[in-house]
């Protein structure tokens, strides 16, 4: 008993909260820093559309982080499209934290945000090779399909792109 105790604490998603974020942090700039890296690092030239500093700011954008105390697990982003639909973006889970529940929590925070707001649809656009295969079978898991291009992004064939139809 006691081992099982032990293994289902080390288990266990540590109470989350979720902030809307205004990017002034330096541990949030970090985590953006290393999501813009990790991105360059497993795409191919001119197939990156992850969202710098800049590009975060935008007032079509709002961008959630996620903390346990003063520790930054991750963070996430919605792009407004038009008023009934939305992107998610820039969903990252600090290295410290990985498999812990942290990007599930988000993706479930971002829905939930989602339809707060009256999206009736997201989108989301990923990578197809191996480094980005957990992201997309987390999206899957949760209801998001395959799809065409969407909003301007073109067809090639690094990226994968995928929908969730917030109505049902």
């Known amino acids: 008993m006691g081992r099982r105790a032990r293994r289902g604490a080390a288990l266990s998603v540590p109470p989350i909260r979720f902030e809307r974020d205004d990017l002034t942090r330096a541990a949030v ?3 953006v820093e290393l999501h813009l890296r990790a991105a360059f690092e497993n795409s191919p030239p001119g197939s ?6 800049t590009g975060l700011r935008d007032p079509a954008v709002t961008l959630w982080t996620a903390w346990e105390g003063e520790s930054l697990l991750g963070m996430g982003a919605l792009k407004r499209l038009d008023g009934a ?5 820039s969903m990252r889970t600090a290295s ?22 009256g999206y009736r649809r997201l989108w989301l656009e990923t990578g197809a090779n191996q480094a980005f295969a ?3 079978a987390m999206y899957a898991r949760a209801g998001f399909v395959p ?11 690094f990226s994968r792109y995928f929908t969730l139809d917030l109505t049902s």
Request: with cysteine.
């Open 85 to 89: 639909q939305a992107e998610l973006k």
């Open 29 to 31: 700039s970090a985590l």
């Open 147 to 157: 799809c065409a291009p969407f909003a301007g992004y073109t067809d090639t064939a």
């Open 96 to 117: 410290a934290h990985l498999r812990r529940g942290v990007g599930w929590a988000m993706l479930a925070h971002l829905i939930a945000e989602a339809r707060r707001q």
């Open 48 to 53: 990156v559309f992850a969202l710098d500093l």
């Open 134 to 136: 957990p992201a997309r």
